[in-house]
C-alpha cells in the first residue's frame, strides 16, 4: 500500500498491462496468412500484414513499413497471425521504421527480414529510421541506415536497366512519442510519405493523434493513399497520442487523400476499447459522411491494387485541393456509432460516444494537448 502510494501512477499502469497480458491470452489466435501479391513493376500494391505493418510495392520497389512478424511482444500476445510469412516476402529494398515502441520496431522480425534476404543471396535491404533510433537496428544486418527528421527526404534511387523511377521517402511529423522504454525520450517519431512519378503517393501516418499536422501533410506532400490508425483510444486520455476511428476519418479529410486504409486495430490489445470496436466505428462514420467508398479496410494478407489506369481513376477520384478544407470545423464527420458497438463506460463516456455530436465541435476539445 505504501507503494501505491509513493507510485499510483507506475502501479496502475503495472495493473493495466497486466490485465492486456492476460486478455491477450485469452482467445485462440486467428487470421491466415497469404502470398503477397505479384506486381508489375508500373503497378502499386498496398498489402497489409496486420497492425501497422504493410509491405508496399511501388516504382518497381518493394518496402516493408513497421514490419513486425513475431507472436508476442515480450508478454502481450497478438490477437490474429500477420498475414504474410517473411519466406514468401518479395526482395525488400528498404525497411521503414516510424518509431521504436515495440508494436512497430520489432528487432527479431527486422532480424529474420535480413537473414531471409541474405539467405536468397540478395542485397541487404536499407533500414530508413527517425532521428536517434539507429542504435536500435544497428547489428540486424541491413546494407545502411537512413535517419531522418521531419520533412526531411531521401531516396531509393533507380536500378540500372530496370523500369524502376525512383522513389522518394519523406518524414512526415506526428503527434506521438518515441520512447521504447521510460527514459530514451531522445528518440524521434513520426510517419512517411512515399512518392515516385506516375504512381500513387502513399502516406503512412505512424502512431498519432489526431493534430493539424494532416492538414500541412496534406498540403506539401498531397498523398493519394492514407494509412491511418483507428485503435487505442479509450480511455479517452489515450487520444492525446492515438487517434480515435473518427478522428483518423478526419485525419484523411484533412490530408485530401482519395483512399483511407485504416490500420492498428485488431491484432494488439494496448486501448481499453473493445476489440471488434474501432472498424464498425470508422465505417459508420464514413457512411455518414458520404464516403464509405473512399474507406478500404484490408484483411490481413490482403492488398489494395492500382494499375497506372488505375492510378488516373484514383486522381480522378481525389477532391480537387481548392476545395479540400483548411480546418476541420469546414468538413464535419456526423459521430452517431450505432448503439449496438459501444461499450457502456459509465463513469467516462468517449467524448465521441455521444450521439450526434458533430466532429468539429469535439476535435476542438480534443486539440488541447492532454500532455
Ligand atoms: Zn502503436
Ligand atoms: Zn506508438
Redesign the pocket.
Known sequence: MAMAQTHPFRVRKLRQLWRLVRESNAQPLLGEAHLPPAVHATDTAVTFIGHSSFLIQTAGRAVLIDPVFTTRLVVLRRQRRPGLVIGDLPPIDAVLL??A?M??LNRSSLRAITLEMRRRKLPAPAVIVPNNVDDLVSGLGFAEIRSLGWWDSTELAARRGTQDTPLRISATPAR??GARLFRDTHRG?GGYVLQSAGSPAIYHS??TAYFNGFAEIGRRLQPDIALLPIGAYFPDSYRA??TSPEEALQGFLDLGASLMIPMHYNTFRLGREPMHEPLPRLLHAAGSAKISDRVKPLAEGRSWIASEAGHAELQQHRPSRSARPLHPAATSVKVNPPRSIIAPTPHSAPLDHRADAPFSRLSERWRSPAH
Open positions: 516510424t518509431h515502441h508494436d512497430h506521438h512519442w517519431f505512424g502512431d497520442v492515438h
